[in-house]
């Protein structure tokens, strides 16, 4: 699969996610919506992705690990409040970035193997 379509579907995923994540409980909390944020970004920044420019796709990594990073306190709330709908949207939202890093990370591991052959003629 390419790269710009996990990051597309991991960018939907999270702004539905999220948007769920806020509606669904009766004090729906503001910072349920960081990661339809960080999804919108990532969507935004997706055409760049697909282009292969570096600067771009360096981004949406950086974001994709941001993301990853600021779930674990989300999930570790869910997991204290025994919330199995909360703990699976986090979870998903989570498998979800650390798929779309793995694969940004392969990108980038590559593109540097590629820089370093010299030219072939």
């Known amino acids: 699969m390419k790269l710009h379509i996990i990051s597309m579907i991991h960018g939907i995923l999270l702004m539905i996610l999220g948007i769920w994540s806020h509606l669904w409980p009766e004090s729906p909390s503001p910072t349920a919506l960081i990661p339809v944020i960080f999804g919108a970004f990532i969507l935004v ?56 890093l793995v694969f940004f990370v392969k990108r980038f591991i590559n593109d540097r193997i590629r820089e370093d052959k010299d030219p072939q003629f």
């Open 45 to 100: 920044l997706n055409k760049g992705v697909r282009n292969y420019r570096k600067g771009i796709s360096n981004t949406v990594m950086v974001l994709t690990f941001l993301i990853l990073i600021g779930l674990i306190f989300p999930l570790k709330g869910s997991m204290e409040r025994n919330d199995i709908p909360a703990l699976l949207r986090v979870s998903t939202m989570m498998v979800a970035s650390l798929i779309s």
